[in-house]
């Protein structure tokens, strides 16, 4: 059964009565918080309390950004949208995000560093689930990680 995730405030939810979607009526969102994106994971995952969420389009630009981010980050919302997430962050490397792109597989705990609006480079734990609707994109987590 598709368990789906808020990016926004991470409440998980099965989609037992179609509330979710994809049934062409309405864009999903998140019945807790309302954020109007909720994603679809194959498999469970529990993020972190500190994990930052930001969903992207199939060319990897940012399509909405999470609470958490700005305070991982420093940059807000309007600066990060529509950017190349892996410019936009300055991670240190954007290869798994192509792979994620390119194959459809999740990749977890990929250990890079972003670099904040204020340039302090900071080591974040990755984790990039790949979009299983015909759009394509992909859901990109970051955590802070004690270097
Ligand atoms: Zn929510």
Same mark, same amino acid.
């Given at each position: 059964?598709? =368990?789906?995730?808020?990016?926004?405030?991470?409440?998980?939810? *099965?989609? *037992?009565?179609?509330?979710?979607?994809? !049934?062409?009526?309405?864009? $999903?969102?998140?019945?807790?918080?309302?954020?109007?994106?909720?994603?679809?994971? @194959?498999?469970?995952?529990? $993020?972190? $309390?500190? %994990?930052?969420?930001? *969903?992207?389009?199939?060319?990897?630009?940012?399509?909405?950004?999470?609470?958490? =981010?700005?305070?991982? !980050?420093?940059?807000?919302?309007?600066?990060?949208?529509?950017?190349?997430?892996?410019?936009?962050?300055?991670?240190? /490397?954007?290869?798994?995000?192509? =792979?994620?792109?390119?194959?459809?597989?999740?990749?977890?705990?990929?250990?890079?560093? @972003?670099? %904040?609006?204020?340039?302090?480079?900071?080591?974040?734990?990755?984790?990039?689930?790949?979009?299983? /609707?015909?759009?394509?994109? @992909?859901?990109?987590?970051? !955590?802070?990680? %004690?270097?």
């Amino acid at each position: 059964m598709p =368990v789906y995730i808020c990016p926004n405030c991470k409440n998980r939810s *099965v989609d *037992v009565d179609g509330f979710e979607g994809l !049934t062409g009526s309405a864009q $999903p969102q998140c019945r807790r918080c309302g954020f109007g994106f909720v994603f679809q994971l @194959l498999e469970d995952f529990y $993020p972190a $309390p500190s %994990t930052g969420f930001l *969903v992207c389009d199939a060319d990897a630009r940012v399509l909405a950004v999470g609470r958490g =981010v700005f305070e991982l !980050t420093g940059w807000h919302d309007a600066d990060l949208m529509g950017q190349d997430v892996a410019t936009a962050l300055s991670l240190s /490397d954007g290869e798994a995000i192509e =792979v994620v792109r390119e194959w459809g597989v999740r990749k977890l705990g990929q250990e890079l560093d @972003l670099v %904040t609006r204020a340039g302090i480079r900071k080591p974040v734990t990755v984790d990039l689930f790949p979009a299983y /609707d015909d759009d394509g994109g @992909l859901l990109v987590g970051l !955590t802070p990680r %004690t270097a």
